[in-house]
């Protein structure tokens, strides 16, 4: 395959591509050269072939196979206190499907995230991704680095993709035609974030359980973890009264979807009260609650609220969330109960109060939110104002798990409202940007329910050839092997069961608005 000499570009090097068998002009600059690029407040530290086969990323013990690629490392510092790391791979010009993605983060992690860029890599694209500017996941690195602050807030992820898509045109002699996004959770909030400050960023975003109201959700932490606390510090909750409280809350609010099959399609219709799981007579036993454990549990469902007002100034989790899985992240313990202080309470201490000994029991609901929103308007992506994402051609597949123990999922669904009614209609918005949320699924995954789906392959359909996602197909898998299918559908719809046939394949089920009846299930079907 011959490419055309693109005017302006560095030529004259004989692709390493293409090797002795096919030799080639290429169009664009050989890998080992781009470490000459002269970028604007970029270095490029080091650029080199990575041979097909094992590599390990940086800071990890296991390889990742991959097909090879050119691997540029680089350091963009947009001011003076700024040191964003980031890669950019770039499959060789035969491999690359003429495509961009930038991944995102989890958390506040400073950390490259190497494994999405290898799932980018094997379907043919060019990616990259950064650090956001600071390494590992303590919300000290801001302390005293307000730009750092911002460069984590959205500035990394808009410089690091400007300049790779530099980068990649580079490298290959043209830009690429289409430019994707793809996150979840901290990735999830970056999404938003382009979306809304940088729309002409990307073509195509993926936001998958978008932590994009980041201050209030902040404030969320605070509350749940003061909620689940003793003034002490003791947890009030472990993981088996967690599992108790998930299981009596599906118990009370499966069926009352109109279909039992242990999935609760809507917790916000669900009002299990977990009071009724207080021991009578009272006493601290395995198979019940306290009333201060009962108590608890309803203080993170009903979500922070001003003392002073009532306003609600964060939702709740979801009930099913509390514990639902073995791991940390299927509950509640990681980001609320098993912590020693509470989740991201770093950004009061050091980012908005200057204080290493807060205390999170002086929290002003009502004056310090309005505060933390005024200094920190860098840290939020909460603008429902979609407008120019949308004027340029944009298009969003947003997706949540109704069972998502971090990032509240009833959050998400309240953005997606809103923008709607700024937008006028949910169908002057399903034309740019469809969410869909999944019954049983947690955060980014995992979970009880259908929980396994191709965002990206329906968002190039929708992006390239202009086919919208009417419903995602998700699966259900038990060690290995699928066992339950069934469509996600975009808000607000919701999947209803035919009535006929099996409850755990997807053909039995059809998209329809949330208030449509559904038939009965009958003993006979499975
Ligand atoms: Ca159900």
Redesign the pocket.
Known sequence: MRRSVVAGVVVGAVSLWMGLDHPSLAAGTACANLAALTIPNVTVNAAALVAAGGFTPPGTQSALTLPAFCRVEATARPTSDSEIKFEVWIPPVEAWNGKFQGVGNGGYQGSISYAAMATALRRGYATASTDTGHTGDDVKFGQGHPEKVIDYGWRAIHVMTDTAKLIVRDAQGKFADKSYFVGCSAGGHQAMSEAQRFPDDYDGIVAGAPANNRIRQTFGFMWSWTATHTADGTPILNAAKLALVTKAAVAAC??G?S???????DPRKCSFDPSTLVCKPVADESTCLTPTQADAVKRVYDGAKSPKTGEQIFTGWPRGSENFGDAAIMGWRQYITDMREPSRVGVFKYWLFHDPNWDVRSLDYDRDLAYADERLPHLHAASRDLSGFKKRGGKLISYAGWMDPVVPPQDTAAYYEGVAKLMGSYDKTRDFYRLFVAPGMGHCGGGPGPNTFDALTALEGWVEKGVAPDKLMATHSTVGKVDRTRPLCPYPQVARYSGKGSIDEAANFACVAPEASAPKRTSSDR
């Open positions: 499966d069926a979807d279909l039992k099959d242990g999935l609760i399609d």
